[in-house]
Structures are given as C-alpha cells and as structure tokens.
C-alpha cells in the first residue's frame, strides 16, 4: 500500500497561503494597528513637551502612507476594517502633531516671556 499523504479528515489541502484568512482570502493590511496605536499615542503624549507625540506622529504618517500605496495597489486583497483603522489613525496622528506643535510654541512663548520678564527687573537696585 504506498503513501499519498492524504488525510480524510482534513479536506483542507496543504499548500494554502497562510497569509489568507476565512474573510472571502483578504488579509489585514500591515502596520494598520500599529498606526492606530501610535496616532492615539502622539495625541496623549502631546503634552510632554511636545517632543515625543511628534515623533510617534510622524513614524505613524510615515507607516499610513506605506499601508496607503499597498492598498491602493490592490484594494480587494486587504480588508476594509483594517483600511479603516488605518485612517482613523493617520487622522489621529496628525491631530496629534498639530497638538505637539502647538504645546511646542507654547512653550517657545513662555520661556520667551519670562525672559523678556527677567531682564526688565532692575537687577542693580536689588542688591542694596
């Protein structure tokens, strides 16, 4: 009796793409999670000091427009929900860095003022 290495109780066979899913063989588009992620995270990282919601909002604009060009490449073979997560944090990401940018100015403003502030005291008067 020879081996055809067939198995009756899995009809599945054995060369399927495992980068395909159940959901008609789209797959999630890449790094659509991590965009959420970082555009959610560079709106609530804004306030310290601006510096890092910059920086995780732009990694996050930089991945959105490579998930864009993939699925703008061949829309039928991502999901939609994973398109639209990305969007939403492409969305996130620049709120976020108009949020940094603007703490930055604030804080640009403010050291500006203080300064302004401290070198119209007379200095001299104060030390008799």
Known sequence: ????NTNFNNPTPQFVNPQFNQQGGQMPL??????????????????????????LGIIALILASK???LYKENPNAYLLASYNNMKGGK??????????????????????????????MPWDMMKH
């Open 1 to 4: 009796m020879e081996n055809n």
């Open 30 to 55: 890449p790094n659509s999670t991590a965009v959420l992620v970082l555009g959610i995270l560079s709106i609530v990282t804004c306030f310290c000091y601006g510096i890092i919601g910059i920086i």
């Open 67 to 69: 998930a864009t060009t």
């Open 91 to 120: 969305i996130c990401a620049i709120i976020g860095l108009c949020l940094s940018g603007l703490y930055i100015i604030f804080i640009i403003a403010y050291i500006l003022i203080i300064g302004a502030a401290l070198t119209a």
